[in-house]
């Protein structure tokens, strides 16, 4: 195992296919390192199935604070509500770009005039339902 550390605090010199060489050695080594620990890994990772964050005290019984389990229910209502502000906000400003400059939703080159009245209400509508479907 020594031999391994070894080789992973190797100072490199300043030839990048030879470093490329020593990174590639350390990879490995390391990798090997853990594959000769499999099973203690896989009983570690056993151990978590009886684990979930819903069982855990959202307060502290002594101080009240908040725990770590606690901010969990806090941190999934916040990313909810940010990520749907993000879309908001998307929303408006492709509408108002589309409606006051007269822009498509995605910029495309198309061998007719995709400017007329029902055509480019039809290709922006195709372009937000196909962006939707993706």
Same mark, same amino acid.
């Given at each position: 195992?020594?031999?391994?550390?070894? +080789?992973?605090?190797?100072?490199?010199?300043? /030839?990048?296919?030879? *470093?490329?060489?020593?990174?590639?050695?350390?990879?490995? !080594? &390391?990798?090997?390192?853990?594959?000769?620990?499999?099973?203690?890994?896989?009983?570690?990772?056993?151990?978590?199935?009886?684990?979930?964050?819903?069982?855990?005290?959202?307060?502290?019984?002594?101080?009240?604070?908040?725990?770590?389990?606690?901010? +969990?229910?806090?941190?999934?209502?916040?990313? /909810?509500?940010?990520? *749907?502000?993000?879309?908001?906000?998307?929303?408006?400003? !492709? &509408?108002?770009?589309?409606?006051?400059?007269?822009?498509?939703?995605?910029?495309?080159?198309?061998?007719?005039?995709?400017?007329?009245?029902?055509?480019?209400?039809?290709?922006?509508?195709?372009?937000?339902?196909?962006?939707?479907?993706?």
């Amino acid at each position: 195992m020594e031999n391994k550390i070894q +080789i992973c605090t190797t100072v490199f010199p300043s /030839k990048p296919v030879t *470093s490329f060489h020593k990174l590639h050695l350390c990879l490995i !080594s &390391t990798l090997s390192h853990y594959s000769y620990r499999n099973r203690q890994i896989q009983h570690l990772l056993s151990l978590t199935d009886s684990f979930a964050w819903e069982e855990l005290p959202t307060r502290d019984p002594e101080t009240g604070d908040i725990t770590n389990a606690g901010y +969990i229910p806090i941190i999934q209502t916040l990313t /909810k509500n940010l990520v *749907s502000i993000g879309y908001a906000v998307h929303v408006i400003q !492709s &509408t108002v770009r589309i409606v006051m400059n007269h822009e498509m939703v995605f910029p495309v080159w198309f061998p007719f005039d995709a400017s007329s009245s029902p055509l480019y209400e039809i290709i922006n509508f195709m372009q937000v339902m196909f962006t939707l479907l993706s």
